[in-house]
């Protein structure tokens, strides 16, 4: 009973937005990593990124260079020698 009450009282105290942040907390502890629809791409003649789906032509946005360079994933790829 004693453990209850006292949850009961520290939330009382508390102000509301801290308590919806500390609940939420323990689903927000993951860093979360955006799913971009296409893989990036960095030109190689200005260096702007670049995202290119499946169907695009290979060319830079900004000034058409047609080498592209793509970016490092970043995912942990982990591969077992022997």
Known sequence: FFCSFSNLTMASNADPSS???????AGAAAPMIPIARGVEYRCGD???????????PVRCRQCGFRILY?????????FEAR
């Not at 793509?70 to 982990?78: H, Y």
Request: charged fraction near 25%; hydrophobic fraction near 30%.
């Open 19 to 25: 308590a919806a942040t500390s609940t939420g907390a």
């Open 70 to 78: 793509k970016m490092r994933t970043k995912r942990l790829i982990q």
């Open 46 to 56: 200005c260096g702007a990124k670049n995202n290119i789906k499946g169907g695009d």
